[in-house]
């Protein structure tokens, strides 16, 4: 693992060389600033894992350049040790205050103390981020193909919606279902079925535009929106991708399986809800079955408006 770094901010030069080689002594990286101007010149996004500043940076009088680096993206989320004397006013816990406080003169036992406590707050809570950012992204993805869920499908087409109006450039949604998926799964049994999912799944993200999304909605469904694309150029992206899965076999243990997809297309309108969109591919998606196998078809009432 990396070794913590360390922002020391202090304009008594005693003080900087007796930490500053303390810290480094004790595994961290540290860079030093003598005045506040350089300490908020020093900082950037998640480059230093906490700050030691002296509450007397120059210019700034006492603890009012906890205040201003608050107030700052870069500081409003980093950990602030504040190095001061034991009659200035330290408020603990105060929004924009200081995180932890060790009065001069001090030992550097105990600012090295300050140091691991604060470096082990900011680790859990690096931790706790990553690990809700890992929970929030299992939530949206399917566990089978690694493809936007449900959920994340109807929060995409929702967003993609409201973003279009009659000036925008038209969007679109394509659900694909995976035809003859029960003689698939009849003769192969669920693995056979997972296999061909996933057959699909990976040459649907291969084949789309790479501006498209594709999510799986169910079992054999998939959705591929495709931003800024008329009605008519979806049907003809459509074609293509059935044309790519009729063309790559899945092999099996006793040969290989030719694989077909038949797809729906709706224009996105901002008069339709996600649900009610999902619903007319669905209609469209009908329309592709009752002519068989591997085919595109375009809800009919979003047609008339296009051709």
């Given at each position: ?80 040790i504040a190095l001061g004397v034991s009659d200035e006013e330290q408020p603990l816990g105060a929004p924009v ?49 690694g493809l936007p869920n449900r959920q994340s499908i109807y929060d995409m087409l929702g967003t993609e919606i ?146």
């Open positions: 693992m990396r070794k913590p770094r360390i922002l020391l901010g202090t304009s008594d030069e005693t003080y900087l060389k007796d930490v500053r080689r303390a810290l480094q002594e004790a595994g961290y990286r540290v860079e030093a600033a003598l005045d506040s101007e350089t300490v908020m010149a020093s900082l950037e996004p998640r480059r230093y894992d906490l700050a030691v500043l002296d509450t007397n940076l120059g210019e700034i009088d006492g603890l009012s350049i906890f205040d201003r680096l608050r107030t700052e993206p870069d500081g409003r989320d980093l950990y602030l205050g200081p995180d932890d406080c060790v009065d001069k003169p001090f030992e550097i036992a105990d600012l090295l103390a300050a140091v691991h406590i604060g470096v082990r707050i900011v680790t859990l809570q690096h931790e706790l981020d990553f690990a809700n950012h890992r929970i929030s992204t299992l939530a949206m993805t399917d566990t089978l193909t409201a973003r279009q109006d009659r000036e925008s450039p038209p969007s679109c949604l394509a659900l694909v279902d995976i035809d003859h998926m029960r003689e698939i799964n009849d003769a192969y049994d669920r693995a056979g079925g997972d296999l061909a999912v996933l057959r699909v799944a990976r040459t649907l993200r291969s084949t789309a535009r790479e501006a498209d999304t594709v999510g799986r909605l169910s079992g054999d469904k998939f959705t591929v929106v495709l931003y800024d694309c008329t009605p008519e150029d979806s049907v003809v992206a459509c074609d293509r991708l059935c044309e790519s899965i009729e063309h790559e076999p899945l092999v099996m243990p006793d040969g290989e399986v030719r694989l077909s997809v038949s797809c729906g297309v709706v224009a996105l309108d901002p008069d339709f809800s996600a649900v009610e969109t999902l619903d007319a591919a669905r209609a469209a998606l009908h329309t592709a079955k009752a002519r068989g196998v591997n085919h595109v078809a375009l809800e009919a009432k979003f047609r008339e408006a296009w051709f």
